[in-house]
């Protein structure tokens, strides 16, 4: 396990711009991840996107397909879509109820370090979850952040001209029967979210605004404006 | 002039990565920042682009390659 509390700072307050897209389709928000990008390998302000997404099952860049426990056919018939991407890692699940942040940020102005990145992305999760009263940690060598032995958020990133884009998946109400349907990661883990970890329903929009408070707090970070869609 | 493309550092922990997809082929006109090959490690991928704008004059790895950081990837001219 990694120790707790926060690495050093590595930059003081520069602002970010949030940018919620709501429910919205795998495809059409990668769509926008994209354009953003462009706009911060061209200067523009960093940028964090949230959404939830459409029940899509998606293959990162080492995923194989045997890592699926159920027929494609199986898959649809449950309204889910699948789609291979251009991130890091394996087969995960996205869908209702999942908080999902895409932060689009310049590394050259935080830290060129791919590890070092995924770690914050983790500790904000670490974080939110500990204000929500839900014990979580990370450990060293496997990417992630667990509750016990179980899995609550996932994360899987790309990085071009040193701009990250994609990010981490934190499981606030998901329904956990679609990750039955796969190997999460490509793993035999326990998948959980914080709405089982409580015994309660736990609200997204509740979770959105801490993980804001948090990315600003572990990535030095000042909220400057939001979006509407 | 040659220019080497080389795999950056890309983090203290990082020592090689794996050719996931290569975007560009030999002859092709670059613009400085153009995407010529793509790099898995674990969890992240990682765009490697032009360094200058030229003519892609040799790729010198394949998808599936594991390359080491600091390893030469393609020749611009």
Redesign the interface.
């Given at each position: 396990m990694v120790g707790a509390g926060h690495d050093p700072p590595l930059r003081v307050y520069m602002q970010m711009y949030i940018q919620d897209l709501g429910l919205i389709d795998y495809q059409t928000a990668y769509a926008f991840q994209k354009a953003t990008v462009q706009k911060v390998i061209e200067g523009g302000q960093a940028t964090l996107i949230l959404c939830e997404h459409a029940p899509v099952f998606t293959l990162g860049r080492i995923a194989t397909e045997e890592n699926f426990l159920v027929q494609r056919a199986t898959l649809e018939a449950q309204g889910a879509t699948v789609c291979r991407i251009n991130r890091g890692g394996e087969v995960t699940f996205h869908g209702p109820g999942q908080l999902i942040a895409y932060p689009i940020l310049n590394l050259n102005y935080f830290s060129k370090d791919l590890k070092l990145y995924m770690g914050k992305l983790e500790q904000v999760a670490v974080d939110l979850l500990q204000y929500f009263g839900i014990v979580a940690h990370r450990f060293s060598g496997r990417t992630g952040v667990f509750c016990g032995g179980r899995k609550i958020a996932t994360i899987g990133i790309g990085v071009r001209r040193w701009v990250s884009f994609h990010g981490m998946a934190v499981n606030v109400s998901t329904d956990l029967g679609f990750f039955s349907m796969i190997k999460p990661c490509g793993l035999d883990v326990q998948m959980t979210s914080m709405s089982k970890e409580l015994g309660r329903s736990v609200e997204l929009k509740e979770v959105k605004e801490k993980f804001i408070e948090y990315f600003c707090l572990n990535f030095n970070l000042e909220l400057h404006l939001r979006g509407v869609v | 002039m040659m220019v080497e493309v080389k795999l950056?550092?890309?983090?203290?922990?990082?020592k090689t990565a794996?050719v996931?997809?290569v975007y560009a082929k030999v002859g092709d006109c670059l613009k400085e920042?153009d995407?010529i090959v793509?790099l898995?490690?674990?969890?992240?991928?990682?765009?490697v682009?032009a360094t200058r704008t030229g003519v892609l004059k040799k790729i010198l790895v394949k998808e599936g390659d594991e390359v080491l950081i600091g390893q030469t990837l393609a020749f611009i001219e």
């Open positions: - | 950056p550092e890309l983090g203290e922990e990082i794996i996931s997809c920042g995407d793509e898995t490690t674990d969890k992240a991928t990682f765009n682009s």
